[in-house]
């Protein structure tokens, strides 16, 4: 079946820099764009950054231009995000989901996420 594994989370200041992982089984990972998500509390889930199957093309939230990198390994069914220059704003539980930039992601399970936490 299914399954995405995050991690990398953790507690950071504003400005600093973090890198999640998302280890993906149960499908054909080289052949799925990928596509990353956070949900901060009270809020719904929201599009972070997405890559396409050979990691060739990428897409950005504007809120994370230019600060985050998403990038894969195809070997290791595994997708990354470098976040640098983090802001308050960050803060929330980051998960990955198969397809390219969609607002559900391809499939119906979810994994645990990881939180990452933003604070002085």
């Known amino acids: 079946q299914v399954q995405f594994v995050e991690s990398g989370g953790g507690l950071v200041q504003p400005g600093g820099s973090l890198r999640l992982s998302c280890a993906a089984s149960g499908f054909t990972f080289s052949t799925y764009g990928m596509t990353w998500y956070r949900q901060a509390p009270g809020k719904e889930r929201e599009l972070v950054a997405a890559?396409?199957?050979?990691?060739?093309?990428?897409k950005y939230a504007d809120s994370v231009k230019g600060r985050f990198i998403i990038s894969r390994n195809n070997v290791e069914k595994t997708i990354y995000l470098q976040m640098n220059s983090l802001k308050l704003e960050g803060t929330a539980v980051y998960y990955c989901?198969?397809?390219?930039?969609?607002?559900?992601?391809?499939?119906?399970?979810w994994g645990q996420g990881t939180q990452v936490t933003v604070s002085s």
């Open positions: 890559i396409g199957s050979t990691g060739g093309y990428t």
């Open positions: 989901n198969g397809g390219f930039w969609l607002g559900r992601g391809i499939f119906d399970y």
